[in-house]
């Protein structure tokens, strides 16, 4: 009897939860965040969207996503580099992010408008879709999970949704945000067994595409590295969405300068992740 009620019970929060993988929580995809452990609520928006980014059966990292604003607040993830190839050039949308929609993977516009038979409108309502990143003047597509962390072709072809991208300056996209993402990451996790990455956008006071989609005022990026018995570094890189420049310094730092951007005291990993900076040159 009492199997049966606890079944009833979970059902029931299944049905209220609503459908397929964005929730209020993480709980379905923990295993992007250090001992699953996620940023604390300061980053949360008004309108929050958890999206566990699955893709072919699998999941493949972590968003929370301002439906009002249609940018991540950030995404997080398993830094795993790999040379798999990346087979696709078209973007995805968020189909959970529709009411009434119970499809549980990324898609493309096309396919949710011609063979599920939702209209642009729906599907515009609470995230970004393609025509709001078509004119945009030194701005690029700017990945917050980047495809080139990802190992697998899935992985990568993963990255390509628009609700892990944030209207970026296209001289820091190409530049010095690159050299960051591919240099000095692949430096410092040299000798880390594994890394945990969360990357994240400020939102900004100014929006693009019709008042439509926000322009983060920075990007950040914050990484915790471990070794055989746990964390053993960790650190951040900041920049502002204007020029070519990123700051690269310890987790601590970049704590309190999101403390200062977001108005609330900033954690982003757990307590275990070091705060200040390692001594041994990297």
Same mark, same amino acid.
């Given at each position: 009897?009492?199997?049966?009620?606890?079944?009833?019970?979970v059902l029931?929060?299944c049905?209220?939860?609503?459908?397929?993988?964005?929730?209020?929580?993480?709980?379905?995809?923990?295993?992007?965040?250090?001992?699953?452990t996620?940023p604390?609520?300061?980053?949360?928006?008004?309108?929050p969207?958890?999206?566990?980014?699955?893709?072919?059966?699998?999941?493949?990292?972590?968003?929370?996503y301002?439906?009002?604003?249609?940018?991540?607040?950030?995404?997080a993830?398993k830094?795993?580099?790999?040379?798999?190839?990346?087979?696709?050039?078209?973007?995805?949308?968020e189909?959970?992010?529709?009411?009434?929609?119970?499809?549980?993977?990324?898609?493309?516009e096309s396919?949710l408008i011609e063979?599920?038979?939702f209209t642009?409108?729906?599907?515009k309502?609470s995230?970004?879709?393609?025509d709001d990143y078509?004119?945009?003047?030194?701005?690029?597509?700017?990945?917050l999970s980047p495809?080139g962390?990802?190992?697998?072709?899935?992985?990568?072809m993963a990255?390509?949704?628009?609700?892990?991208?944030v209207p970026?300056?296209?001289s820091?996209?190409?530049?010095q945000w690159?050299?960051?993402?591919f240099?000095?990451?692949?430096?410092?996790?040299k000798d880390?067994?594994?890394?945990?990455?969360?990357?994240?956008?400020?939102?900004?006071n100014?929006?693009?595409?019709?008042?439509r989609?926000?322009? *983060?005022?920075?990007?950040?990026s914050?990484?915790?590295?471990?070794g055989?018995?746990? *964390?053993?570094d960790?650190w951040?890189?900041?920049?502002?969405?204007?020029?070519?420049?990123?700051?690269?310094?310890s987790?601590?730092?970049?704590?309190k300068?999101?403390?200062?951007?977001?108005g609330?005291?900033?954690?982003?990993?757990?307590n275990a992740?070091?705060?200040?900076?390692?001594?041994?040159?990297?």
């Amino acid at each position: 009897m009492l199997g049966l009620l606890l079944l009833l019970q979970v059902l029931a929060s299944c049905l209220w939860l609503g459908h397929g993988e964005v929730v209020t929580s993480f709980t379905s995809c923990p295993q992007f965040f250090y001992a699953g452990t996620t940023p604390n609520e300061v980053l949360n928006p008004k309108n929050p969207a958890w999206i566990c980014q699955r893709y072919m059966n699998s999941y493949h990292y972590a968003t929370l996503y301002d439906r009002d604003r249609r940018i991540p607040v950030y995404s997080a993830y398993k830094y795993k580099p790999g040379d798999a190839t990346r087979p696709h050039s078209w973007w995805f949308v968020e189909p959970q992010l529709i009411g009434k929609s119970s499809l549980k993977e990324m898609e493309k516009e096309s396919v949710l408008i011609e063979q599920q038979k939702f209209t642009l409108d729906q599907i515009k309502e609470s995230q970004a879709v393609l025509d709001d990143y078509k004119d945009l003047k030194d701005l690029d597509r700017g990945h917050l999970s980047p495809s080139g962390h990802q190992d697998s072709s899935e992985g990568k072809m993963a990255t390509f949704t628009l609700t892990n991208i944030v209207p970026q300056d296209s001289s820091l996209n190409n530049g010095q945000w690159n050299a960051y993402e591919f240099k000095t990451m692949n430096k410092k996790t040299k000798d880390c067994t594994s890394t945990y990455v969360v990357t994240g956008a400020v939102p900004g006071n100014t929006y693009v595409s019709e008042g439509r989609v926000n322009r *983060p005022s920075h990007i950040w990026s914050a990484a915790c590295c471990l070794g055989d018995t746990g *964390p053993k570094d960790a650190w951040g890189a900041i920049a502002e969405n204007d020029k070519n420049e990123v700051e690269v310094l310890s987790l601590g730092e970049l704590e309190k300068r999101l403390t200062n951007l977001y108005g609330g005291m900033v954690t982003l990993f757990n307590n275990a992740c070091p705060r200040e900076q390692s001594s041994h040159p990297h």
